[in-house]
């Protein structure tokens, strides 16, 4: 039974963390490109650009969502 929980456990964390999307990316708020409220962010590592609403960050990279 401790098995099957701690299994569960896992596979809440892997869907949570989603492992996958993570890589080395270093956002960097560029408060110059100012757009209807929300706030540009660039990786630093491999250039991605997303907007986001003011007060949150990126959490992952986007590069491969394009
Ligand atoms: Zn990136």
Known sequence: MILVLG???VV?????LQ??????????QDTRKLADGR????CVACGAET???K??????????EK
């Open 55 to 64: 007060g949150r960050e990126p959490r992952y990279c986007l590069a491969g």
């Open 19 to 28: 492992p996958w999307k993570r890589r080395e990316c270093r956002w960097r």
């Open 7 to 9: 299994v569960l456990i």
């Open 12 to 16: 809440a964390l892997i869907l949570v």
């Open 39 to 42: 706030v540009l962010f660039t």
């Open 51 to 53: 907007a986001l609403p």
